[in-house]
């Protein structure tokens, strides 16, 4: 059984900078792809960053290009997702997902949350104006 643990998150001033820690652990087969998804009350869940260390690739959503990136350490199975620049519309519940040993995607695959069969608990994130 994949077990995730999230650590980071909190409350920030819009501007300011955040970071999320994510580990999976319990396949030893490592090569997971892992990413970061999160939802805002009222919308759906959206895709914000994703790490393929199959593919050597990572993805992101369109509304955090350029002001978030996530970095992958094999080794560990942790990613971590450094978010700088951060607006109030990024005020969600973040959330890492994993999939132990998946197959090559497409960036619109890899940022869909049905790609990912093991969730961390969440953490919130909010950004005030």
């Known amino acids: 059984q994949v077990q995730v643990t999230e650590s980071g998150g909190g409350s920030v001033q819009a501007g300011g900078s955040l970071r999320l820690s994510c580990t999976a652990s319990g396949d030893t087969r490592g090569g997971y792809c892992m990413g970061w998804f999160r939802q805002a009350p009222g919308k759906e869940r959206e895709g914000v960053a994703v790490a393929h260390s199959n593919m050597g690739t990572t993805y992101y959503g369109d509304s955090v290009k350029g002001r978030f990136t996530i970095t992958q350490d094999n080794a560990k199975n942790t990613v971590y997702l450094q978010m700088n620049n951060l607006k109030f519309e990024d005020t969600a519940i973040y959330s890492c997902?994993?999939?132990?040993?998946?197959?090559?995607?497409?960036?619109?695959?890899?940022?869909?949350?049905?790609?990912?069969?093991?969730w961390g608990q969440g953490t919130q994130v909010t950004v005030s104006s």
């Open positions: 997902a994993a999939e132990p040993v998946c197959p090559p995607m497409t960036a619109i695959q890899a940022l869909r949350g049905s790609a990912y069969r093991y």
